[in-house]
């Protein structure tokens, strides 16, 4: 069954998730990195981008 690696995969998830949304609306700002970027389309797709392809990461690589 792959309930295990879709747990571990939905447990990561939500931590990088909470941590990411910490650090960027707290301790970056979020307007900071658009102003810096100049995109806030890049800057958009980057965080989700780093929140996504660890999660598939962790997804691939638990064993079942």
């Known amino acids: 069954m792959k309930k295990r690696k879709i747990k571990y995969s939905a447990l990561f998830f939500l931590c990088w998730f909470v ?5 960027v609306d707290g301790v970056l700002k979020f307007q900071t990195l658009v102003d810096y970027f100049e995109s806030y389309a890049f800057v958009e797709v980057t965080l989700l981008l780093l929140v996504i392809l660890p999660t598939l990461a962790v ?3 638990t064993k079942e």
């Open 19 to 23: 941590l990411l949304v910490l650090l």
């Open 59 to 61: 997804y691939i690589y």
